[in-house]
């Protein structure tokens, strides 16, 4: 069997170098020894080292454009370039992924090969406060969108899904969550979450918070439709709220006295803010389904400045 691995890196090389020799460590003696290591630079202002050259191929990008967008471009020119190729794997180049959870997924994907397999976080070993806000964030993606995101960019694939992928709308975006949209089938195995190997995260809050936002751009038409109807609700219990008001004030004028004006005038605003919110959310629900899903077939070549090939 022909395995590639696929990892996107910005300037993380000596942790790379590690993580290259565990990977080499746990699967050496499997099935899966036979593998090819794809490497995309996302624009890395530190110079690639000599000995990480000559284990992997190496996709050079002009610009930086984050681990999302490198791992599509990654994947694209995997599905157009690499023939050979009977299961990808995807993860990260600082050691989070841990190198022995390789062959669990591998073997998942080998048995399940019509799904993508895709790393489960078990347990995280973040601070108390990171770990809250990420359990926030979990809960409004669920209630936004009616399911659950609890995996990321560590998955195993087959050529077949592969195929199939590379022509997600979105996959720039969100790996995990464009899968998710997608329907194509997957699973999930748990895996604990592993150490950097060195440094610290290059991702800070704001980073995050941004991943976090990117993952619910994927569902924007479905977030915007669920704000329609939501504020369409609103809109009619408003106007049936300033009827029955208008209504008591012949019955109970002097209950209603001096009140009346104030709380039909906030039923106003509440009606007009609603109906801002209700056509907001049409116009960019309509906009997102009329978009040309061709966008996500267009060349990469212009992305590339150049490959280095084993």
């Not at 369409?232 to 012949?250: D, E, Q, R, T, Y």
Request: one cysteine or more.
């Amino acid at each position: 069997m022909k395995l590639k691995i696929l990892i996107a890196v910005y300037n993380d090389w000596s942790s790379l170098d590690v993580l290259l020799g565990e990977i080499k460590n746990n699967l050496q003696s499997t099935i899966w020894k036979d593998y090819e290591v794809y490497i995309v630079n996302d624009a890395s202002t530190i110079e690639i080292p000599v000995e990480i050259k000559k284990k992997t191929k190496i996709i050079n990008l002009f610009n930086n454009i984050g681990s999302q967008g490198a791992l599509s471009i990654g994947l694209k020119y995997i599905q157009k370039n690499d023939n050979d190729l009977t299961h990808l794997l995807i993860m990260d180049s600082d050691g989070e992924d841990k190198p022995q959870d390789i062959t669990r997924l591998l073997d998942k994907c080998k048995k399940e090969e019509n799904k993508i397999i895709f790393a489960k976080r078990k347990k995280r070993k973040e601070s108390i406060i990171f770990r809250a806000l990420h359990f926030i964030y979990k809960k409004i993606f669920k209630i936004l969108i009616g399911k659950e995101l609890d995996f990321g960019n560590f998955s195993c694939l087959s050529k077949a899904n592969l195929n199939k992928i590379v022509n997600i709308n979105n996959l720039q975006t969100h790996y995990s969550a464009s899968i998710l949209r997608s329907k194509i089938p997957f699973n999930k195995i748990d895996c604990e979450k592993g150490f950097r190997i060195e440094g610290s995260s290059k991702l800070n809050f704001w980073k995050h918070f941004a991943h976090a936002l990117m993952s619910l751009s994927v569902f924007v038409d479905l977030i915007a439709i669920k704000f329609f109807f939501i504020s369409v609700i609103g809109i009619v219990l408003c106007i049936i709220s300033a009827v029955i008001i208008f209504l008591m004030k012949f019955y109970y004028s002097q209950m209603l006295l001096g009140l009346t004006s104030n709380i039909l005038l906030s039923l106003a605003i509440i009606l007009i803010v609603l109906f801002l919110i209700s056509l907001f959310s049409l116009i960019i629900f309509l906009n997102n389904k009329n978009q040309s899903y061709s966008s996500s077939n267009k060349s990469i070549d212009h992305l590339i400045e150049s490959v280095d090939k084993l």
